[in-house]
């Protein structure tokens, strides 16, 4: 009888990198403007199991100016995935930055 056990959730997935888990990433990204880039970008992240906690695209003339946050990943494997990024045919230009969630203190 076949093994049905379910595999692990990505939420159940730990980063064995991450010291903070508030902690994400936003990656600014410039690509060609063809139909298939965000199907590569997604797929790229689908195969990673990472779901990214926004996506925002503009394109204006021939390029695709494309946002995505990501949280609850460590900045090694964030460069890691930048690298991987880069590496992608369609893909001109990656910048990414980090996001500290758990450093933002309210004003009162």
């Excluded at 695709?64 to 609850?72: D, E, F, M, T």
């Excluded at 880069?86 to 933002?104: A, I, N, Q, Y």
């Amino acid at each position: 009888m076949p093994d049905t056990t379910a595999f692990p959730s990505a939420q159940n997935r730990r980063d064995p990198w991450q010291d903070r888990p508030d902690a994400g990433v936003e990656y600014q990204l410039r690509t060609d403007a063809e139909a298939d880039v965000l199907c590569r970008l997604l797929g790229l992240f689908a195969q990673l199991q990472l779901l990214p906690e926004a996506l925002h695209m503009e394109r204006l003339q021939d390029d695709l100016h494309i946002s995505l946050h990501l949280h609850g990943i460590s900045l090694h494997r964030a460069g890691v995935l930048a690298q991987k990024l880069r590496g992608l045919v369609c893909v001109w230009e990656v910048t990414w930055r980090h996001l500290d969630h758990s450093l933002v203190t309210e004003v009162a």
